[in-house]
């Protein structure tokens, strides 16, 4: 029973990471996304290249992600799913998220974002985050204006 | 000690499940492919909708899937990943995947998987997989072409 109050708490600190990811996003506040990730982070992205490997690296693709984007922000999570284990954890949410980019232009995009966690002298941390929308086989585009 | 040893046996298991996916993807076994998911699997895949949820809708797909490709299949795994704990683990790889679609064309592309495990009644059983490519935000597509 123990375990499982223990297993029940470490949830809850998985789930405050993805709600302080959204509210870092949401304020763009790159300090602060990163200080959700490991070093050693892996990253498949939206963005080429087909991997990014460690922080310094993701932090440049957010940083210019950010860059991208104009204004208010607006992250909302949806069918999360999150399992906890002693050491090692993982959560999926569909994302949606609203914008506009430099020119003004709205910007309203479903995506799947997984992530794992590893817990590194007591604290999670996000060893590997793979984000990506699915593919139309027809035209080869990204479908960015999926709905669930 | 112990543990260690034991989480080593764990993620040799693993990487065992990944060297199956290969076998069984590259043979068209879709029943073997199929008994390595959980059935309450979630999948982000490639082909749309967002999510899979269920190993019936997932076994669809991949029906789907390998009915559109003609001949000889080959998978390999590049740059893997596995980290195990007691009933949770995940794994990444970049997959490259050649073969011919129905009209004998070549297909050859790299993609990104997440898996993530867990063991159910001593087994290990994919929970959760994700896999994508990245996308030109010039032009809308989904870089099938991208090379690591």
Redesign the interface.
């Known amino acids: 029973m123990a375990l499982a109050k223990n297993a029940s708490l470490e949830e809850i600190r998985i789930r405050d990471m993805m709600d302080e990811w959204v509210e870092a996003f949401e304020t763009k506040d790159l300090d602060r996304i990163m200080s959700l990730y490991a070093d050693d982070v892996?990253a498949?992205?939206?963005?080429?290249?087909?991997?990014y490997r460690g922080k310094d690296a993701y932090r440049k693709v957010w940083q210019d992600g950010l860059s991208?984007m104009r204004g208010e922000l607006r992250v909302e999570i949806h069918?999360q799913?999150v399992?906890?284990?002693?050491?090692?954890?993982?959560g999926?949410i569909?994302s949606h998220f609203q914008g506009k980019d430099l020119d003004g232009n709205d910007i309203d995009v479903?995506s799947?974002v997984?992530d794992?966690y590893?817990k590194i002298e007591g604290r999670w941390l996000v060893?590997?985050e793979?984000t990506?929308?699915?593919?139309?086989?027809k035209t080869?585009?990204?479908?960015?204006d999926?709905r669930?």
């Open positions: 892996v498949y992205d939206l963005m080429p290249p087909l991997q991208m069918d799913h399992s906890v284990d002693e050491e090692l954890a993982y999926h569909l479903w799947r997984t794992c590893r060893t590997h793979h990506s929308v699915p593919i139309d086989m080869g585009k990204g479908m960015m999926l669930p």
